[in-house]
């Protein structure tokens, strides 16, 4: 993990460089939503203040220099109790089940003590947020945008501070299942809570990063983060052993839980509102983000992912995302919907802490160097040749301009207007030899 400032406080990424294995190739720097990648010297770098763990680069890089990092198997050892937290999309990766009750028994094979479904808190966040949304009518920002996808209300605060205050404000089913996990494993052992370790199976590294810098709370409920394609060949070494014969499980996840796994999920599983919108893919994401800091459409409520297919589409997941899709869909239809989540007061599941604007796209430190830097910026780019060719090792001109504005390039960093300018005085050291008579005594 990579020790970073960001909004104001220690920010880990899990979204890391391998400057060995980068061959400088620009692939990656204008497939950044932020913005956030550089290539100079020949070798990437990224912004830390800009990047939000999104994944993309690691998707595009085929060089694999761009990597996620999450906790090993071996992170187990430093607990005396340990509980693993499945996501719903987990159960997407693996062939011919009807329900989640083989993996369950498989996580505990493997090494675990206890496992607690994210899915059966993402049914309590289902409650909670039709009751927050039903209590507040009227009361709102509409829309109302999830936040269950760290990326999400992390794009906000960096791209779009306008639409803060539309963020669903409650904490995430993956920090309450590690709250809930651990008041359970406690009762059970009598072991104090911090000798009980909560690991989530994690399918994407924005997740990995949201647990050790968890959004709109102070409290870690989540101990680490166990990368879902690592565990896989352990699982299903373990679930081919397992074979037919399943314990009766108590407790598990509904219809609705696990279909926080795919897009839709969420917001088709609020029977308050109609007016709601999903999106996946963080082309789409962006898109929607546009629109929505203009118009609301007349919708209540917006449920984002910035993968495609959402959480089964995870850049740690294994299985291809649609197929995960489609899987999730047919067990669904095979589980009920359970009647009674265990818990629905909204208010002790809402943030206690805001997610502030993240001024790393600003221009300066204060309004004055900004106002300065911003005049000076739109004069730069006119003068760029608009070609957002991407070898200045910027995604584009104008991202280019607030790097030299910043201090941070050189404005003959940019090749094709040093080519100009190369060209430019070849040409006048011509007409200058021209009319002192040398050009020709150079040719004879
Ligand atoms: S895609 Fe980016 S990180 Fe990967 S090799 Fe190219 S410049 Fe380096
Ligand atoms: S993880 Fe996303 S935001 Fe961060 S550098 Fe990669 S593409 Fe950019
Ligand atoms: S959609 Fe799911 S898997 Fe993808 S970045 Fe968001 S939380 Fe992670």
Request: proline share 5%; charged share 25%; net charge negative.
């Given at each position: 993990?990579s020790?970073?400032?960001?909004g ?17 190739c ?14 100079r010297?020949?070798?990437a ?83 909670a ?22 990326v999400?209300?992390r ?9 803060l ?21 406690s ?31 102070e ?5 680490a ?11 299903l ?9 399943m314990?009766?499980?108590q ?25 709601h919108?999903a ?77 502030n ?11 004055q ?12 780019i006119?003068s760029?040749?608009g ?25 003959m ?22 009319s ?9």
């Amino acid at each position: 993990m990579s020790d970073n400032k960001n909004g104001g406080k220690n920010f880990l990424h899990s979204v890391t460089l391998d400057l060995d294995k980068c061959k400088g190739c620009i692939n990656c720097i204008k497939r950044c939503p932020t913005e956030a990648i550089r290539v100079r010297d020949g070798k990437a770098s990224i912004i830390s203040e800009l990047c939000i763990d999104c994944g993309q680069c690691i998707r595009v890089c085929q060089n694999k220099a761009k990597k996620a990092n999450y906790d090993d198997f071996s992170v187990l050892n430093n607990y005396e109790y340990t509980v693993a937290l499945p996501p719903p999309s987990l159960y997407a990766q693996f062939n011919n089940i009807e329900d989640q009750k083989i993996v369950l028994d498989a996580l505990k094979a493997v090494g675990f003590d206890d496992v607690f479904e994210v899915a059966v808190a993402a049914e309590i966040i289902t409650a909670a947020t039709e009751r927050y949304l039903i209590r507040n009518k009227g009361r709102l920002k509409y829309p109302v945008i999830s936040t269950a996808c760290p990326v999400v209300p992390r794009l906000i605060s960096v791209r779009y501070p306008d639409l803060l205050d539309n963020l669903l404000p409650l904490i995430t089913p993956v920090e309450l299942a590690g709250k809930m996990a651990r008041i359970r494993a406690s009762e059970k052992t009598g072991l104090p809570p911090e000798k009980i370790g909560c690991i989530f199976l994690t399918p994407c590294p924005a997740k990995v990063s949201a647990i050790h810098s968890p959004i709109g709370t102070e409290y870690k409920h989540v101990d680490a983060a166990i990368a879902i394609n690592e565990v896989y060949p352990l699982l299903l070494k373990e679930m081919k052993k397992l074979g037919a014969e399943m314990p009766e499980r108590q407790q598990l996840a509904g219809s609705v839980g696990l279909g926080w796994g795919i897009i839709g999920g969420e917001s088709t599983s609020l029977k308050s509102t109609d007016k709601h919108l999903a999106a996946d893919g963080i082309d789409n994401v962006i898109m929607v983000l546009e629109d929505l800091e203009n118009h609301r459409y007349g919708l209540e409520f917006v449920e984002l992912n910035a993968c495609s297919g959402g959480c089964v589409g995870g850049v740690l997941q294994v299985e291809n995302p649609y197929i995960a899709r489609a899987k999730v869909n047919k067990m669904k239809s095979n589980i009920k919907e359970n009647d009674e989540p265990l818990d629905d007061d909204y208010v002790k599941l809402m943030w206690d802490k805001e997610l502030n604007y993240n001024p790393a796209m600003e221009l300066g430190d204060t309004m004055q160097e900004s106002f300065e830097r911003f005049t000076r910026l739109q004069n730069l780019i006119e003068s760029l040749p608009g070609l957002d060719c991407g070898s200045c090792g910027a995604p584009t001109c104008a991202a280019f301009a607030e790097d030299v504005v910043k201090g941070n390039s050189e404005i003959m960093d940019c090749v094709v207007l040093l080519r100009r300018e190369t060209e430019e005085m070849y040409k006048r050291m011509e007409s200058s030899f021209d009319s002192v008579g040398l050009a020709n005594r150079f040719e004879e």
